[in-house]
């Protein structure tokens, strides 16, 4: 369905060029989810701006190669994309309030999308509308049609907003950490309707977001970014199961699991954070982090190794040792 | 693993992985980038500066008394007409007096004037716009109360029944503007207290049995600080043009104390001959009132808070 | 634990007025409603619920920062009410949720840190300098970071000011509302490690309020989850984690996602979202979104049942249900 290699985003700031995304490959297919996981500032958002041609207007985006259903989008022009958008290709941002515009109903929003797209007359977007509202569980369509934004609560927001993302039945839908502003029950429900739309709709999903658990139970498969670069890709089980970067280790180990951390035990922490991304990359953007990290990480950047079939790791290890204890770790924690 | 080796780790992972590195250079340094890159703020500071540095260094810049009459020499033009000379650069008035040198006094009452009724307006307006702000409630329903009397009130016919009142010093005028000029401090100030007093900070101090008066003006008002510098540089400027209206009308400054706006005035009978009289205080009150504008919006690009990354 | 009680609510309440119109009546939130803790010396509680449940009011209250409308807290056995100011903040501190707006953009860290010590008038200015480098070495932020502003720093950096400011008194109780929902992951984890440490080396007492229940299992002692204003299931965490008991409390653990790829989302029924607490629902507040609602949980409020340290608010277990059969 969506197929990207090398895809380039650069931001010009005071300093120089800041590396939002570097050279990301990613795929997916009809009823698939990719899960794009990391950290605040890892690039995947920008990622998700640039798949949907919305980046802001300071920053630059390159690709090798950028296919909607085996349309070429490097090529298109703006129009072209500006016509995909909404249509084939929709997303759902992280906050619903911000997102939907607080002076026309919910209604006149969504059939503002169906009417642009050319799809069919007034009358048959109030349907479509309607008919979408019910369909994200949302009782009594036809009144709430007529409500503004800030007459629903968070969690109805977010099923308008998915309500909306379907009008013009896209094939590719990308949300943006969907769920991080609701609460623990509605998340759930949310993620719910989520994957029951996608499987019914046979839709590709891709699921931006940093909640670990939300991965492991939507994803099929998952890809970890790490200071704008991929550094770990392949099925979630295999990746939660072994992961292959010590990055992915580390966050796995981060989070308290209940009935499996012991209560109170200290967590396995990421020391450090994330490095500048402006100027040029030299060596493993983690080995600041790294508990193995080894004096060749620093030598020149690190490329992401094919590591079986649909997994590849950006990482020089073939495995990652039990006990961190490694030289030049302790030498910088001299320093 | 030794224990020495276990400590260390534990270190590592915990406690010293705060490091110390920085996200982002300190905010003076920012704005230092910021303010060196903005025209409009280099601009209104050159002008600014420079009008100060008249203003104060006026005796050494001429040699003239800007009260000197030389009838002989009224109504010399300026140098650049056919007529001029050297010895009047910006030729004489009606009553022979180098008008250059009255000029560079005259820059003094719009300073004074500018400054003294931005700073009355600006603590009178500031105080009543954090308290309102801070507490809400019924203290902000009073400060609004007097906003709205202040706002229903003709200001400028005000101004001219007191200063008519009190008589047309300096001093009268700026306390006169500074009095009538505070609203907008108010209502600015009054609007981002709100908006900085919802803020943990705010309740981490009170939470620390910070007194009011600290947090207002420890917590709040360095945030607020930035609103009112531009407020005050717009008030400067309108309070500039009111007294040069004032002294036109012949109701501000009383001659013969130099001020743009009576030396126009002045002017005033000789525009179609001399026109030179009018334009040269005009230029002047419209290129300070330009920069000090510049200025505030200057301050206020600069100032802008930064974005959370 | 020492078993020694030094925060305890008692029956504690808040009411809000609520502006609804210029001509109609304010109408009253019950934002906190009959809340019964007791803190004990040393242990960590954890307050769990949705937003809008009341837990951050609560939080405020236990701070001194809000009076309650009804009942009392007796902080070391002295009403609140009682307590001077100054003196309330010597032993209650807050750590807030978001690094971002606890800690004032036009201040540095020193001064930031000091202010708790400028307030009270502790030490002379070198003193207070000493005494805000030991504080940052404590939270593991190295003393070249003195005059930095808080704009220079990251979210868990951050955390880690405020979490310094805190303790600048020395205070025996730290309320933290979610400590570490702002921060990223591998943040989050530095954060709690550090919470552990200095709780063990200070001899803290901690009030968590949290929604992630990962978290509040990881920390707390004992947890009382709560639900439009009400505890409705308090004991020790192991225990309610094992056996929740109320309807609530089982739809939030089974809500919780744990990284388990075995696992699908999980399934579980909750009725409609949750309600104004304008206009909260009769009997048993949460009997609309209850899997095992019946009849009586409509009409009547359930008892407040308590067990040893345990409670529990649900018809399930008072008899109701029973006594209506019977």
């Not at chain 1, 479509?128 to 009594?140: F, H, Q, T, W």
Request: glycine residues 10%.
């Amino acid at each position: 369905m969506l197929q990207v290699e090398g895809l380039t985003v650069e931001i010009d700031v005071p300093a120089g060029i800041l590396h939002a995304v570097s050279d990301v490959d990613l795929h997916v297919d009809q009823g698939e989810t990719l899960c794009i996981v990391g950290e605040s500032g890892c690039g995947k958002t920008m990622t998700a701006l640039a798949l949907m041609g919305l980046l802001p207007r300071r920053a630059r985006m390159r690709a090798e190669r950028l296919e909607l259903e085996g349309r070429d989008l490097v090529a298109a022009g703006r129009q072209q994309l500006a016509a995909l958008r909404g249509d084939r290709i929709a997303m759902i941002f992280q906050d619903p309030m911000t997102s939907l515009n607080p002076v026309y109903t919910i209604g006149n929003q969504m059939e503002e999308i169906y009417l642009r797209h050319g799809k069919g007359s007034r009358k048959e977007a109030r349907e479509r509308a309607e008919y979408l509202l019910a369909k994200v569980g949302i009782a009594a369509p036809r009144s709430r049609r007529e409500q503004y934004p800030h007459q629903l609560s968070g969690g109805l927001r977010q099923r308008v907003m998915i309500a909306m993302t379907l009008m013009c039945e896209p094939i590719v839908i990308i949300a943006d950490e969907p769920t991080t502003a609701l609460d623990v029950t509605i998340q759930a429900q949310v993620l719910h309707l989520l994957s029951d739309l996608q499987k019914e709709y046979r839709m590709a999903l891709v699921l931006i977001t940093h909640d670990l658990g939300v991965v492991a139970r939507m994803a099929d498969r998952v890809m970890v970014m790490y200071a704008g670069q991929v550094v770990e890709t392949g099925a979630v089980e295999d990746v939660f199961a072994a992961p292959m970067h010590p990055y992915t280790k580390g966050l796995l180990d981060c989070i308290p699991v209940p009935g499996k951390t012991q209560p109170g035990a200290k967590l396995g922490a990421i020391p450090g954070m994330v490095p500048s991304l402006v100027g040029a990359l030299e060596g493993c953007q983690f080995r600041g982090r790294c508990a193995y990290a080894l004096p060749a990480c620093a030598a020149s950047p690190v490329p992401l190794r094919e590591r079986g079939p649909g997994r590849a790791s950006r990482c020089l290890l073939d495995s990652i040792p039990n006990a961190p204890a490694t030289g030049p770790f302790f030498a910088g924690v001299a320093r | 693993m030794t224990s020495i080796e276990t400590i260390r780790l534990d270190a590592a992972l915990g406690r010293d992985s705060a490091v110390a590195e920085l996200q982002s250079p300190s905010p003076r340094i920012v704005m230092r980038r910021r303010a060196l890159t903005h025209p409009g703020f280099l601009f209104g500071c050159a002008i600014l500066l420079l009008t100060i540095l008249v203003a104060i260094f006026a005796p050494l810049l001429t040699s003239y008394d800007p009260f000197g009459q030389d009838l002989p020499h009224r109504l010399t033009p300026p140098v650049w007409s056919p007529k001029g000379s050297w010895a009047h650069i910006l030729g004489t008035d009606g009553l022979g007096r180098d008008y250059l040198t009255r000029l560079m006094y005259g820059s003094r009452i719009s300073l004074t004037v500018g400054f003294g009724a931005a700073a009355i307006a600006g603590f009178i307006g500031t105080s009543l716009g954090l308290i309102g702000g801070y507490f809400g409630g019924r203290i902000d329903a009073i400060v609004m109360y007097f906003v709205n009397v202040k706002l229903a009130l003709p200001g400028i016919l005000v101004a001219l029944s007191l200063i008519s009142v009190f008589g047309g010093s300096v001093a009268v005028v700026v306390v006169v503007l500074g009095v009538l000029f505070w609203d907008r401090f108010v209502v600015v100030t009054r609007t981002v207290t709100q908006q900085v007093r919802v803020n943990d900070y705010v309740t981490a101090a009170e939470a620390v049995g910070a007194s009011r008066l600290r947090i207002i003006l420890g917590e709040i008002l360095p945030n607020v600080l930035n609103q009112i510098i531009v407020i005050a540089s717009l008030e400067m400027a309108v309070a500039i043009l009111v007294e040069a209206a004032l002294s036109f009308l012949g109701l501000g400054i009383r001659p013969p104390t130099p001020s743009w706006g009576l030396m126009i005035s002045e002017g005033r009978n000789f525009m179609f001959f001399q026109p030179y009289l009018v334009t040269i205080p005009g230029v002047a009150i419209l290129v300070l009132v330009i920069a000090i504008n510049m200025l505030g919006d200057g301050i206020r690009d600069i100032t802008a808070p930064e974005g959370r990354n | 634990m020492s078993g020694e009680t030094i925060l305890e609510c008692r029956g504690v309440g808040r009411v809000f007025a609520v502006r609804s119109g210029m001509f109609t009546a304010n109408r009253r939130l019950r934002a906190v409603d009959d809340v019964d803790l007791a803190l004990e010396r040393g242990e960590v509680l954890a307050i769990v619920g949705e937003s809008g449940c009341g837990k951050t009011t609560l939080a405020r209250m236990m701070l001194g920062l809000l009076p309650p409308t009804s009942g009392t807290i007796l902080v070391m056995g002295r009403p609140i009410v009682e307590i001077d100011r100054a003196e309330i903040a010597r032993a209650v501190q807050p750590v807030f949720q978001d690094p971002y707006s606890s800690l004032n953009p036009r201040k540095t860290l020193a001064s930031i840190i000091a202010l708790p010590l400028d307030v009270h008038g502790i030490g002379t200015g070198a003193e207070r300098r000493r005494r805000v480098e030991e504080l940052m070495e404590l939270v593991g932020l190295p003393s070249r970071l003195l005059y930095v502003y808080p704009s220079q720093l990251s979210g868990g950096q951050r955390q880690r000011v405020a979490i310094a400011r805190a303790l600048a008194m020395k205070p025996r109780i730290v309320i933290c509302d979610e400590p570490t929902s702002a921060l990223d992951v591998s943040v989050q984890a530095q954060i709690l490690n550090l919470l552990q440490d200095l709780r063990r080396e200070l001899d803290l007492t901690l009030v968590i309020v949290s929604h992630n229940l990962a978290v509040v299992e990881h920390m707390a002692d004992r947890v009382a989850v709560m639900y439009l204003g009400r505890i409705i299931e308090a004991g020790a965490t192991a225990s309610v984690f094992a056996r929740p008991r109320h309807p609530y409390t089982q739809t939030l653990l089974e809500a919780v996602l744990t990284p388990d790829t075995s696992r699908g989302l999980p399934e579980f029924v909750l009725g409609p979202g949750f309600p104004n607490p304008l206009d909260p629902p009769p009997g048993c507040t949460f009997h609309p979104r209850c899997p095992r609602a019946m009849p009586a949980c409509s009409s009547a409020r359930p008892a407040t049942l308590r067990e040893g340290g345990s409670l529990v608010e649900c018809h399930l277990y008072d008899g109701a249900a029973a006594m209506k059969a019977g």
